[in-house]
């Protein structure tokens, strides 16, 4: 992403060169924090009239001192240079992955003399710096964000009256150092305050929270505090104690489920070096990582404030086989530690290659070779001999990246052209490199150019520089536009670590072609929904505004294609939950989701605008960017804070950082796409509803009527068998045993199965255990493909590959003919070719129910068109055979007749009565009136009900 702002100067130093600040009498310090109160937002002081406010951004504003923190501070510590720092305070708030931090520090000079004081800190780079203020002895500078060029010209007029400071900007790693340094009289106090903003990017499965702390003092009040708040729930959270054994122990952590708390306050005498040392040993990088709870893999879709967030996550997806090419630039600049730290991680990457997997490895200087000019399967014998073949590499010459590459991508389309390669696979170049092109084409659009026409929309290009010399804003470039990404990787001693950071985060792709999208009524300002790929433990993520239509709620559709299987998935919000929810919360942003939309829109226009193809183009770009940046007060490389002092005649600036780092996003820089798609299950399985809003529904309404009758297996079990020709229900029970599995439909020439395995209730009931179904398999042998449907979750295995889906999702799964369909908490759908399909309904009960346990029934409809020779309990009655029903009478009960039927040559007696469709209504269910045969439908099923028990969930039934 790009590099974020800033290092202020600023620098009073005598009346003769520039500013000066002399107070004649200095009062109490004022802290302008002193009493406010967090909810209504009231400043209170007392004793003295406060000076304005420092920050005229309300929104920025944080309780992190308190009134008893200022009038009771620790004894003053020794430093020997007269400045003391009072206290250090950070305060972060993380609300739906939006982190939000304050860094506030209270200086004294205590010596006997005029001198410099500095408020230094290291800012993410991915981070935009909202606001910065400073008070001197009651003089208040305030921050503000212009455009760049309007920022610079108050500057520059302030600067010619000696009323400015100057400007000095630096880059380090993945922070950036702000520097403040003001000259002041002696018993100086000074405040300073800083703010900024920023997404948190999941990598490799955690969110990783990062602060710099380097006082340089010791602190009598000093004080972390990094506030978390998931909708969704906290799935783990720990803080890493990166600052050393020193502080063992020292980092609290509290959390429940939606909310957490890290907590560091080391006291006086536990941040000294030693017993008697007056250094302090807070110096390095204190680090929270945490992830959230996921259960539904359509994502978490929020409203907040007039605005959505969508992340999308999926778990338990198998991975997608992947083509790879490395391309290595051996020239001289890569020798000694370079080229070493290389090889090292090519070791492990090679040896983290799958055996679905294809590589090969380009090496190249001023000229290209190929270890192999095919890609080949990633076996044991081939890693081997790469590693053999990178060890013996020796850097020189120059640097001819254009043929590298073209040569790259003329392999990975020789092998997709000759079938090699899967088609479903995803194919990708990683690019390593660490200085600009000397050899062959060194044009640097041109080699842009030359890469983007040879590269097809299915591959992929991720760069890595190395070090600083390589032109870092050229390897992003041909990255975004190759659908792939830029990481700049740190010349030091953990590159190697680097490398292999990076390719974990690519090693595992889940889906190709990801497309979410949101009714055209519902929503504007999409920022990119269209996504070439997800990988394990990353995170996409979607925002926009929502429309004042007074709509309730909010759905998406997301549609991807897996390693088997193309997919369509739902996530639905309530449009006023959360709004409620925050206002109820302390330590949260409630306007995390218009901060979150405009983060993520501004980065995405600044990768759109470094690869804008004309001057007009960029330029309308950079009115966008300016615009969004003024609006949010965020500091962008169009942008800059101007420093001012309440009579506005003195300015300092805050300013970018040169050879930004932009962009934010893999994969095409697609914005604002949206389209309409649904769930849709067949018309015999639908619930009548009412008609919803327009923000509830999604797609053509579907208007085929439910079939009255079905065939169906409920409760502990009931069967209903529909004979249509004689338009009759006839109904049995089958009374077996906990973890019985039951066939009920077999096709050996369509190759279809379904099974049911039976659970016990949690107790003996009258002597006798109710059994129900707790699992129920489609298994279709043609297609290699399994549905595995559980109370728990539904799981779909295709060969190889095996996904994993909660009861919590809405969406669709298509794969060689076969359709599934999940609706949240309600049922399954499966089909087959469009000629037989199930409907599996979830029966949820009340957990501490002394009883009954959760289970599911199964239901099909009469017009599947099976082969001849399907049997089962269901099976055998799509060939329906001839019922009689006579010598109808009175029974014991008055209310269920009883009768005489003739069926397969037997006579049975039956009872009229009535068993549940729940279709319509899961709680109570339609009666259905039926003939009831007893003794497990012996009589009425061909043999015995033990006949139809199979070993396994994806048994074909056995017939003698």
Known sequence: MRHLVCFIGLLFVSK?????????????????????????????????????????????????????????????????????????????????????????????????????????????????????????????FIGSVKEKTVARSLYAKARARGKAAGIVRTNSNDMETFKTEVHVPEGSKIQFEIHYQGMMQ?????????????????????????????????AFVRALNSLGGHFEGLIKVTNSNQKAHVCFKPTLHQQRKC???SSTAVDGDFTVQ?????????????????????????????????????????????????MKQTVQAMQTILDDLGHDDFFSIIDFNHNVRCWSDELVPATSIQTSEAKKYIQEIQPNGGTNINEALLRATHMLSNAMN??????????????????????????????????????????????????????????????????????????NQNASQQLKDFYQQVSSPLLRKILIEYPDEAVTDVTQNSFDKYFSGSELVVAGRVEPHGYSVLQSVITA??????????????????????????YVNPGFARQLWAYITINQLLAERSLASTAAKKRKITQRIVSMSLQHQFVTPMTAMLVESESGDERLLA?????????????????????????????????????????????????????????????????????????????????????????????PDLGVVVNGQL???????????STFFGTIAIYCRKQDMKVEISTEHISVTNGKYAHLFSWEETGNMTQNGVKISIKKDTHVTVSVNEKISFMVLLHRVWKKHPVNVDFLGVYTPHTNMFSPEVHGLLGQFFSEPEVKVFNVHPGSDPKKPEATMEVKGHKLAVTRGWQKDYRTDKVYGTNVYCWFIHNSGKGFIDGHYKDYIVPHLDSFLQRS
């Not at 959505?308 to 051996?330: E, M, R």
């Open 16 to 140: 003769a060169s520039s500013l000066d600040f002399f107070v004649e009498e200095i009062g109490d310090f004022y802290d302008p924090r002193l009493g406010q109160d967090e909810e209504q937002g009231n400043i209170k002081t007392s004793g003295q009239s406060p000076p304005k406010l420092i920050n005229r951004y309300e929104r920025n504003r944080r309780s992190i001192f308190t009134a008893d923190e200022v009038e009771n501070e620790e004894v003053e510590v020794e430093t020997g240079d007269g400045i003391h720092i009072h206290s250090y305070k950070v305060e972060a708030r993380i609300t739906s992955r939006f982190a939000h931090t304050t860094i506030c520090s209270r200086v004294v000079n205590t010596a006997q003399h005029a001198q410099s004081v500095v408020f230094n800190v290291q800012i993410p780079k991915s981070a935009f710096i909202s606001n910065f203020t400073m008070d001197v002895n009651g003089i208040t």
């Open 290 to 338: 945490y992830d959230v709870s996921r259960e539904n893999n359509g994502g978490d879709l929020q409203v907040s404030d007039g605005y959505f967030v969508h992340f999308f996550a999926p778990i338990n997806l198998s991975p997608l086989p992947k083509n790879i090419i490395f391309v290595i630039d051996v020239s001289g600049s890569m020798w000694g530690l370079k």
């Open 561 to 586: 294609s897996s390693g088997t299987m193309d997919l369509s998935l739902q996530a639905v919000a309530d449009v006023h939950e959360l709004d409620e929810i925050l206002a109820l919360q302390k």
């Open 275 to 277: 017993h008697n040392c």
């Open 202 to 234: 999941r990598k490799l499965g955690v969110y990783e929270y990062n602060l710099n702390l380097q006082p340089g003092k010791l602190v009598p009040q000093f004080q972390v505090d990094v506030y978390i708040y998931e909708l969704k729930g906290i």
């Open 655 to 747: 300013d970018s950082p040169k050879d930004p780092k932009q962009g934010c996003c893999s994969g095409s820089s697609v914005m604002g796409r949206k389209g309409s798609l649904t769930y849709n299950p067949p018309p015999w399985a639908q619930f009548p509803t009412a008609q919803p809003t327009a923000l509830a529904q999604i797609g053509p309404d579907l208007v085929e009527a439910l079939p009255n009758h079905i065939t169906l297996v409920e409760n502990d079990p009931h069967f209903i068998i529909h004979l249509p020709k004689s338009k009759q229900d006839i109904c049995f029970n089958i009374d077996s045993e906990p973890g019985k599995i039951l066939n009920l439909v077999s096709d």
């Open 759 to 769: 659970i016990g209730a949690k107790k003996l009931e009258e002597t006798k255990m």
């Open 418 to 491: 000759y079938g090699v390669i899967d088609p479903r696979s995803v194919s990708m170049i990683i690019l390593v490199s660490d200085g600009d092109p000397t050899v062959g084409e060194i044009k640097l659009s041109a080699i842009q150019k030359n890469v983007k026409k040879r590269m097809r929309d299915e591959f992929s290009l991720f760069s890595l520089g190395m070090g600083f010399d390589v032109d870092y804003d050229f390897l992003e470039r041909i990255a975004l536009e190759n659908r792939g990404m830029a990481q700049r990787i740190y010349a």
